[in-house]
């Protein structure tokens, strides 16, 4: 089992930032693939970003340019960083880890966005 915390969630203003972190525990294969997803009320999950542990990062075109995933192997952490937001990503952001073994999800934080 993988457990993935979350933090750094809240309320910001448009053109604002955040930065949200997620730390894994448990039986973590050191193989692997993180990511951020997001899902606001009445809409489905969507891909945000993802970032493997060899580096290479993938991200949705809405956030291109404007999000920069990171991660640090050795804390088991992955990081979003969250520029220039909008009110449409408003959303509850869950943290994602996906291996050839096994995948979990974090609880969720909260994003909100102000017009």
């Known amino acids: 089992q993988v457990q993935l915390v979350e933090s750094g969630g809240g309320l910001v203003q448009t053109g604002g930032s955040l930065r949200l972190s997620c730390a894994a525990s448990?039986?973590?294969?050191?193989?692997?693939?993180m990511g951020w997803y997001r899902q606001a009320p009445g809409k489905q999950r969507e891909l945000v970003a993802t970032i493997t542990s060899g580096g290479i990062t993938n991200y949705a075109d809405s956030v291109k340019g404007r999000f920069t995933i990171s991660r640090d192997n050795a804390k088991n952490t992955v990081y979003l960083q969250m520029n220039s937001l909008k009110p449409e990503d408003t959303a509850v952001y869950y943290c994602?880890?996906?291996?050839?073994?096994?995948?979990?999800w974090g609880q969720g934080t909260q994003v909100s966005v102000s017009s």
């Open positions: 994602n880890y996906n291996s050839l073994r096994n995948r979990s």
């Open positions: 448990g039986s973590i294969f050191r193989i692997n693939t």
